[in-house]
């Protein structure tokens, strides 16, 4: 299991260490340092073994996190568990830096003692830690039996990720359908890979244990529903195109995944507050919102001509932001001349590239920008790599195509039925990572 | 309070101040200077002089300064095991408070204060603790067993806490189950052979209804542990299977791929016929690309893993490639992981999408990542014959980037395309030749002097280009050395009149100037060789090559099986077995897939049962029978010696041929007994054998005798002969021999130890006169005398001439048995023995005197393994 846990600054100083077995000791920390800190070259694993001894290790801007090992633990489990330290803490004050951790120290320590005994992690929900490890440090000795029970139930329970009478005046629940759309496209157009990741993230204000079944246009569950002689109209409409084919989805812990295995229904007691209650990937029928064409010619050893037209490809009436195209340059870049149509353009030297930002663009419509690049002669033999032409947006739909169908809430003890819950749904589709290559 | 900025120096003069705030009556005070003590501690500051003073903060109820004063204590306990024993008592107490959190708090602890007195004192809490009522309580005390055994493994099993932890297993609670499960599971490790987790199918239904309702946490501790079992039969694999696919849609990636690791292994016991086997199938892959979103690090664990079932089923993903494309941002572990999966999942269907990818990778920026794709693309050629035209032609645009890099790595995997399709593609050979001064690395070197060597017909100035070469030839590295020296004799083979002297110069050079001797060696073969049969040496060096195999660097399969045991763990990274990256007992249990089909564990039993059976036959037994008759000695018949075959050489160190074998002598002649197992996944052929020079000229006396081709999990029985007409070179120890075994993928090296009775010849029986003569002849000095011990024979004498020892005479002197004895090994060394037995002592003397008197310790051992056995 874990043996150790290591939180250092850029420079290597330890800030935080905490050592749970006793084949760890005080020298596996200069070992780290050391060996990858100080390391030269750049980071080729995020696991290294440095005699007979693992280290893993993430990054949060310039603080390093490292779990150190001398047995064959289960490695996934490690950095599951290291990126969840991480969102604990920024949950306990915000971004994780270097004078954060500083200021938080004992803080830090005793989140440790509580979220992994001996190298294992135990519970490690923000939601029922922050019932006893608290910022003010006191509320452990004013507490009831009642609440001190209470606690320990909801730590080790079956629903350790919800406590007991939670009130609401107003029943209210926020649902996110947000997905990054990922796509490789040729120079000539053709779709390398693209894929749509997506996240339900919800937030809700709910009283009580209220039992919760989302439902959505999955088209295993709308193709079943046609069989089974539910073929009203509206069904038959929806088991068209309207349906999207689902290639694989993960739950939070608080879906039923044996129910989901078995009838494919989404059922849940859901957190207090904000969660991300499934992610999902899609690969068929994928809306691209739009389309990259780009034109690069060499003329001469000494300049680049380029041209990149942009189209939008969604319904007229929607409108997308923030839109940027990232355009690269040579590294041997002596002068830039762009225009473009919309939106405003630049070379930026530091990145080497045009980057060409557009605020809003609606649907069905086309841009086009183009460059001539200046380059200084060099007698370097290799070629320039070419990487490819990136861009972001952001639009107001689901790339996939999933629309949220229902979401039902049932809490039988409290008199508030499903109609009284105001529920909220919001499509936003973002750019993952969109490359067309040129 | 927490926003005051720690310095994190601690001077003398500051531990002094610490000192006096620590026994400062303000509360608030004391807790600052705490917490300073904590910043100095993190930083590796010493600052145990404190101790005292820290520990007289413990008596406090704010839980905050009570966790501090606990890590503190944790750190230094052990420094000074006398004073923590001070701490005890609060321990004690605290783990009777009504405040569930505080009893947990204070044995969870203690459990981590590796102090034998505390110790102690831990073991009366820990058994309430593990009935508290409070599960919180509970769940930390499941853990806490598994520290008390890591400090004493001796007391937790004399305190019956293995016990309760099994009990727990059955909790109400599910976090309590998972602890329980993971504490256990460690435990377990440390002993293998004990049944402590016991599972059966009943605890199996309990750990399956946990895994439904415990954190993501506990549910990687069952499935790990569920991993371990194996079911009776196929339908209980498959009950199990069907309870654990639910978990491949968690959220947490370790979670998914435990289950994956427990499908994987069930499935093996699932008939392939079966319905729910092909679903089971399909249900795998998502999951699996879904690892593919989360973080890098993650990812990174994911793809070696992949990696692994890949291999182990390529049927799984094998409609998954695109996913696999590298894309411009990822980090280069993974960017280098994702490739190597691309191309094991190569295949005439999607190669033509491969090869484009791959070409574009070629023109990255990160130069290893850049040569493992120009190799890839020689792997797909090799691999996907259809493409193996455009995978060339690709490669040719790469060497017109003239980037220094690519082109020598384009150079050795067309050297490769070559040997695959030979006489196919050597239109390019100009291109290639024209790169020649670029090459810079002695790996691309090598591979373009053996292509000029194999197609020297073809290149009118290859005499020229190989001259070239041999200008600096002492500074080519050994590769570059050897592959000019075959290829200039290859080029004088079939240039006979234009070379003569190309070839007589780089002779001496090899020969005469050279230090290395596997270079000498070779030129000397080469010379003699065209010096006497120019026909033989054309025959041998120009010789048709044997095609090389389609896949390259799979993974042995019996590592392999043993990974998949080990899926998302750090053995599964590393792709190596945990014994050999992890210390001491833990985790060296090998582990193994279930076989198909097993309907209980006896037919393991039944196999092996069958081995003693079969043995008998390696040595004959009719001599001491016959013996035994002669002399009408009643004793009862003595099982003959029988040396089980040793594997001399493990699969894992010889690319999948693992050999095992025995010597004997029959009828005169020395046999070696070799049982050669083919455990890779593609056919082995040409085997020869060789020894090294050894103490007795051991050499075989023949050739090595497999006729078939030895496919894979075939396993064959060879007998070589052996002569002792062989060079000579003393060994230590003086029976080693050293092998080299040879076939179509590589030549392997072990080393074996024979018994040196094999070399004792038949007529060796001296006459009585000689044998008094000899006895007095041979010096004093030459005789060493030793202990057999416990011995109960009535016949040493016979069972003693079955290994040809003889004996000569008997006397008996003073209720003494002097049994006098003579070898002969087959070198002509003569051994005398004097036996000494006295009835009703078990220990016999033995006298030997020898004119080597190397041999003498072995002679010993043959006696006592004859007279044992």
Redesign the interface.
């Known amino acids: 299991?874990i043996g150790g846990l290591f939180i250092y600054n850029h420079k290597g100083?330890?800030?935080?260490?905490r050592?749970?077995?006793?084949?760890i000791g005080?020298n596996a920390?200069d070992a780290f340092r050391v060996n990858v800190i100080h390391a030269r070259q750049?980071?080729?694993?995020?696991?290294t073994?440095i005699a007979?001894t693992?280290f893993?290790?993430?990054k949060r801007s310039n603080i390093w996190l490292a779990v150190v090992?001398?047995?064959?633990?289960?490695?996934?489990?490690v950095?599951?568990?290291?990126?969840k330290m991480c969102d604990v803490m920024a949950s306990y004050f915000g971004k994780i830096s270097e004078?954060n951790i500083?200021?938080?120290?004992?803080?830090i320590?005793?989140l440790l003692?509580e979220i992994l005994?001996?190298g294992?992690?135990?519970?490690?929900?923000t939601g029922s830690l922050k019932t006893?490890i608290t910022?003010q440090?006191?509320?452990?000795?004013h507490?009831t039996?009642e609440e001190?029970?209470q606690?320990?139930?909801q730590?080790?329970?079956?629903i350790?990720w919800r406590r007991e009478g939670i009130k609401y005046r107003r029943n209210e629940l926020f649902l996110d359908v947000l997905e990054s759309v990922n796509l490789?496209m040729?120079p000539q157009g053709q779709v390398?890979?693209a894929?749509v990741?997506g996240r339900v993230v919800m937030k809700s204000y709910l009283s009580g244990m209220p039992e919760c079944k989302f439902g959505m246009n999955d088209k295993i569950i709308i193709d079943k529903a046609g069989k089974g002689g539910v073929t009203n109209e509206a069904g038959k409409s929806t088991s068209g195109k309207q349906s999207i084919a689902i290639?694989?989805?993960?739950?939070?812990?608080c879906v039923?995944?044996?129910k989901?295995?078995s009838e494919r229904s989404i059922s849940f007691i859901p957190p207090d507050g904000e969660y991300?209650l499934?992610?999902y990937?899609t690969t068929k029928d994928i809306i691209l919102p739009f389309r990259v064409i780009p034109l690069v010619r060499e003329v001469g050893r000494t300049k680049l001509e380029v041209k990149v037209v942009i189209k939008s490809n969604f319904k007229p009436s929607l409108l997308a932001q923030k839109i940027e195209v990232r355009i690269p340059t040579p590294l041997n870049t002596s002068g830039v001349q762009v225009i473009c149509m919309k939106g405003k353009a630049k070379y930026k030297a530091s990145e080497n590239a045009i980057v060409w930002k557009i605020k809003r663009m609606a649907g069905m419509k086309e841009s086009q920008i183009s460059a001539e690049i200046e380059l200084l002669p060099t007698n370097d033999?290799?070629?320039w790599?070419?990487?490819?032409i990136?861009m972001n947006f952001e639009v107001p739909f689901a790339p996939s195509g999933l629309k949220v169908r229902y979401l039902k809430v049932f809490e039988s003890k409290l008199n508030y039925s499903d109609h009284d819950v105001i529920k909220w749904v919001r499509y936003i589709g973002r750019s993952g990572?969109y490359?067309t290559?040129c | 309070m927490r926003s005051v900025m720690f310095r994190f120096h601690v001077c003398a003069g500051e531990i002094f101040e610490l000192k006096a705030e620590l026994n400062s009556d303000k509360k608030e005070k004391k807790k600052e200077a705490v917490k300073k003590v904590i910043a100095s501690m993190t930083v590796g500051k010493d600052v145990s002089a404190l101790f005292p003073d820290v520990v007289n903060c413990m008596q406090t109820d704010n839980l905050e300064l009570k966790k501090l004063v606990y890590l503190y204590l944790m750190n230094y306990a052990k420094s000074q095991p006398d004073m923590a024993i001070m701490a005890v008592n609060t321990f004690v107490k605290d783990c009777e408070d009504p405040n569930p959190l505080i009893r947990a708090l204070a044995v969870r602890t203690m459990g981590c204060i590796r102090v034998d007195k505390i110790t102690e004192y831990l073991c009366e809490p820990l058994r309430k603790c593990l009935k508290d009522e409070d599960p919180y309580v509970r769940k930390t005390a499941a853990v806490c067993v598994a520290k008390l055994h890591d400090i004493n493994a001796q007391l937790v099993e004399d305190q019956g806490f293995l016990d309760t932890l099994k009990d727990l297993i059955s909790d109400s609670n599910p976090m309590v189950v998972a602890n329980a499960v993971a504490a256990l599971s460690e435990i377990a490790e440390s002993h293998p052979n004990s049944n402590l987790l016991d599972l059966n199918p009943q605890s199996i239904n309990k750990l399956l209804t946990a895994l439904n309702e415990c954190t993501e946490w506990g549910q990687i501790f069952i499935l790990d542990c569920l991993a371990n079992y194996t079911p009776r039969d196929d339908r209980e694999s498959q009950s199990i299977c069907e309870r654990v696919t639910p978990r491949l849609s968690h959220a947490n990636s370790a979670v998914v791929l435990s289950a994956v690791k427990v499908l994987m292994k069930f499935m093996e016991m699932l008939p392939k016929d079966l319905d729910y086997y092909g679903t089971l199938l399909k249900k795998l892959a998502p999951p699996l690309v879904t690892l593919l979103s989360a973080e890098p690090e993650l990812q990174y664990v994911a793809l070696r893993n992949i990696n692994l079932i890949v291999q182990k089923r390529p049927e799984i993903l094998k409609h998954e490639m695109k996913v696999f494309f590298v894309k411009y941002n990822d980090p280069i572990y993974v960017k280098l992981e994702k490739l190597d999966i691309m191309i094991r999942l190569a295949s005439q269907a999607n190669i033509a999408q491969v090869l484009a990818e791959l070409k574009e990778y070629a023109t990255e920026v990160d130069v290893d990542f850049v040569r493992k794709a120009v190799r890839a693309i020689g792997r797909c050629a090799i691999k996907v014959e259809q493409s193996a035209e455009r995978c060339v032609s690709t490669l040719l645009d790469l060497i017109q980037t003239k980037v220094n890099y690519v082109v020598q790595e384009a150079i050795v995997v067309i050297k490769d395309i070559f040997r695959k399709y030979p006489n196919k593609y050597e239109s390019v050979i100009a291109t290639l030749c024209e790169n020649l001064d670029s090459l810079d690395e002695p790996e691309a070197r090598a591979a373009m002097i053996w292509i000029v060597g194999e197609y020297a017909e073809r290149i009118d100035n290859a005499d020229e280009l190989l001259e070239s070469f041999l200008e600096g030839f002492h500074d080519e590295s050994t590769q570059v050395q050897l592959q000019l020296l075959t290829a200039i004799v290859k080029l004088f083979l079939k240039k006979p009149t234009e070379t003569q002297e190309l070839v007589q110069q780089v002779l001496s050079l090899a020969t005469q100037d050279s230090d290395n001797p596997d270079l000498r060696d070779r030129g000397y073969i080469y010379w003699r060789l065209l010096s006497t049969d120019p026909v033989a040496a054309k025959e041998v060096v120009l010789a048709e090559k044997p095609l090389i195999s389609e896949e390259t660097d799979l993974i042995e399969p019996t590592l392999l099986e043993e990974l998949i045991c080990h899926i998302g763990t750090l053995a599964s990274v590393y792709h190596k077995p945990p014994s050999a990256f992890v210390e001491g007992s833990r985790g060296v249990m090998h582990k193994r897939l279930p076989a198909q089909g097993t309907e209980c564990p006896d037919v393991g039993n039944a196999a092996g049962g069958s081995a003693p059976e079969a043995a008998p036959s390696i040595i004959p037994s009719q001599g001491d029978l016959l013996g035994d008759l002669l002399n009408l000695d009643l004793a009862p018949p003595t099982t003959p010696a029988v040396l089980l075959p040793l594997v001399w050489l493990p699969a894992m160190k010889a690319k999948g041929l693992e050999i095992s074998g025995t010597f004997a002598r029959r009828a005169g002649v020395i046999q070696m007994e070799l049982v050669l197992t083919n455990k890779a996944m593609s056919v082995m052929t040409d085997f020869a054998i060789q020894f090294n020079r050894n103490s007795f000229g051991l050499a075989p006396a023949g050739p090595l005798q497999v006729l078939t081709p030895l496919g894979p999990n075939q396993t064959i029985e060879v007998s070589l002969p052996l002569s002792t007409v062989g060079p000579v070179m003393k060994m230590d120890p003086l029976n080693n021999l050293q092998v080299a075994v040879k076939n179509n993928i590589d030549v392997f090296y072990f080393s074996c130890q024979y018994p040196i009775s094999m070399l004792f010849v038949e007529d060796g029986k001296m006459e009585r006169q000689v044998f008094l003569a000899t006895w007095k002849d041979i010096p004093n000095d030459n005789e060493s005398q030793f202990q057999i011990q416990d011995c109960h024979l009535n016949s040493a004498s016979n069972k003693l001439q079955g290994s040809n020892i003889f004996t000569i005479a008997k006397r008996t002197v003073e209720g003494q048995d002097m049994l006098y004895m003579s070898i002969k090994l087959s070198n002509g060394i003569w051994v005398l023995a004097e036996l000494k037995v006295q009835a009703g002592n078990p220990n016999y003397t033995i006298s030997l005197k020898c004119r080597a008197p190397e041999v003498s310790q072995c002679v010993f051992q043959c006696y006592e393994a004859v007279l044992k056995n």
């Open positions: 299991m100083e330890v800030l935080i260490s050592v749970y077995r006793d084949d005080r920390v750049q980071v080729r694993s995020p696991v073994n007979r693992s893993f290790h993430v090992t001398k047995q064959n633990v289960n490695a996934a489990m950095f599951e568990f290291l990126y004078e500083k200021n938080n120290f004992v803080l320590y005793e003692d005994d001996f294992y992690p135990q519970n490690s929900e006893f910022q440090g006191i509320k452990g000795q507490q039996k001190q029970s606690i320990t139930s730590v080790t329970g079956q350790g490789l040729s390398l890979s894929h990741s290639d694989d989805c993960t739950f939070n812990q039923r995944l044996s989901f295995d991300e499934m992610r990937r033999k290799k070629k790599a070419r990487p490819p990136s990572i490359e290559r």
